[in-house]
């Protein structure tokens, strides 16, 4: 009698989980594997068999140098999900990830999503904005560290008695070692509510609300915890400022794709303009006055996302335990949560019933087996490959000129690998300078035309776009 009691009292909270686990589903059809994941899965079986990396194993052009390996933690992890599920662990790990986001958006806002069923279905839906996302990357665990510190510190802001924002410093140890590269937002948003939690004010439709001195104590030393909390991985103090080191790397910011800054020129964009409109248009025609502080989040997520495709997710993430606050109540009937149920069967069959294409994702690569094997058979030891290239060399246990690792390379030869690439600066000194045995193209970049047409270099494989030469001379 208890279960019957506590399923007729909670069947629409049971009804939104299992649609958000559905949601979940119908995400994961779009995973894929990227160049990137490969050398993660390939660090992670180094470091599970022979100890954690500090310098690069990857490549012969920077061999030994320092690498700041602040994923490392994910990519032991992801190995050993590899070890235990097969071809399927991306889906598994994948579907973990944003099924344990979902819940803690709604378990950190769990009245107000039941408060207006059809806006919250509308709201999941939006959810579509991590297609960007679905991959088997730390970004992904990254977001459920998100989602728990905007939890913790918006519990403390409502409740001056709140004790879960204390749980934060633990959060930002698994975040340095996980994604260290994302970690200092766990101290970056405790600053955000302190500084803009000291004003008091009316004006217009918006309100401050100041904060009390119990609460500034606690954001604060909360705020001091994590970053002390942050230096506690395998590279120390390197973490906190490694962040923005990236940031302010040019060359990096100006050529990596999920750098690229959000644009009206590229109409998969539109989706995030799209997304932020519908945040503006709710909270200006609410009958509700905007928090300060929700209206400083909201520009300081539309400063990442319109500074950085890679930040899309995180305008959605804090918006979640925002928006229901401007969104009015509206009662549902006893049927609502079997159309919830309903709507979910139907995104589980659909996710069913293209499931061979998903588990066909899992398996595409760029490389086909007659290029691997020629390429080991060849044995190049100053192989010259293009920047995409890189992580499936390295998955295939061949030494790499560059890889996904722009971080490592970009103080030694990143901007080099650009003006050969390009055939731009002087680029004929360059290849000298690095003495090619190989080179690994695309077709479609500069440096193929060169090599098509120079006497010193023989074509020796080539397969739709990818083209292998040998230096002859």
């Not at 009316?202 to 909390?229: D, G, H, P, W």
């Not at 989040?297 to 997710?313: E, N, P, Y």
């Not at 925002?322 to 709507?343: P, Q, T």
């Amino acid at each position: 009698m208890k279960i019957k009691h506590f399923l007729n009292k909670n069947k629409m909270a049971i009804a939104i989980m299992f649609f958000l686990f559905s949601m979940v589903l119908f995400l994961l059809l779009t995973m894929r594997v990227e160049s990137d994941y490969l050398w993660h899965i390939k660090a992670g079986e180094y470091m599970f068999n022979h100890g954690i990396l500090r310098t690069d194993v990857f490549s012969w052009s920077v061999n030994g140098r320092y690498w700041v390996s602040h994923e490392w933690l994910f990519e032991i992890m992801i190995y050993v999900f590899k070890l235990l599920f097969g071809k399927f662990h991306m889906l598994i790990y994948g579907g973990f990830c944003l099924f344990s986001l979902f819940i803690i958006m709604f378990f950190g806002n769990f009245k107000n999503y039941l408060k207006n069923i059809p806006f919250t279905l509308f709201w999941i839906s939006l959810s579509l904005i991590f297609v960007v996302y679905i991959q088997a990357r730390p970004h992904l665990i990254s977001f459920c560290f998100v989602a728990i510190t905007i939890w913790f510190l918006y519990d403390l802001y409502k409740n001056e008695n709140s004790k879960k924002v204390y749980l934060l410093p633990i959060v930002s140890i698994f975040w340095a070692n996980f994604h260290g590269g994302s970690s200092n937002l766990s101290y970056l948003f405790c600053l955000i509510f302190l500084i803009f939690g000291l004003f008091s004010f009316n004006f217009s439709k918006i309100e401050a609300k100041r904060l009390t001195f119990k609460q500034m104590k606690k954001y604060f030393i909360v705020m001091l915890l994590c970053i002390v909390s942050i230096c506690i991985n395998i590279h120390g103090f390197k973490m906190l400022i490694y962040p923005y080191l990236n940031i302010f790397d040019s060359v990096m910011v100006n050529n990596i794709l999920e750098w690229q800054p959000t644009t009206l020129n590229n109409f998969q964009h539109y989706f995030y303009f799209g997304l932020l409109c519908i945040i503006i248009f709710i909270m200006l025609f609410s009958k509700k006055k905007i928090l300060f502080i929700d209206f400083i989040l909201l520009g300081v997520c539309t400063f990442l996302g319109l500074k950085s495709i890679r930040f899309w997710a995180y305008t959605y993430i804090v918006m979640s335990f925002i928006i229901f606050n401007y969104i009015d109540e509206k009662r549902y009937d006893k049927g609502s949560s079997l159309i919830v149920f309903f709507a979910g069967i139907c995104l589980i069959l659909f996710f069913v019933v293209n499931f061979n294409f998903v588990s066909s994702n899992l398996e595409k690569r760029t490389f086909n087996d007659e290029l691997i094997l020629l390429l080991k058979n060849e044995n190049p030891s100053r192989l010259y490959n293009m920047y995409d290239y890189g992580g499936e060399l390295i998955y295939n246990d061949i030494l790499v000129f560059i890889d996904g690792r722009a971080d490592l390379y970009s103080k030694y030869n990143y901007k080099d690998y650009l003006d050969i690439s390009s055939l731009q600066g002087d680029y004929i000194k360059l290849i000298d300078k690095y003495d090619f045995d190989y080179f690994l193209v695309n077709s479609d970049y500069p440096i193929s035309t060169y090599l098509k047409y120079n006497d010193d270099y023989k074509n020796i494989y080539n397969s739709e776009k990818i083209i292998l030469y040998k230096k002859v001379n």
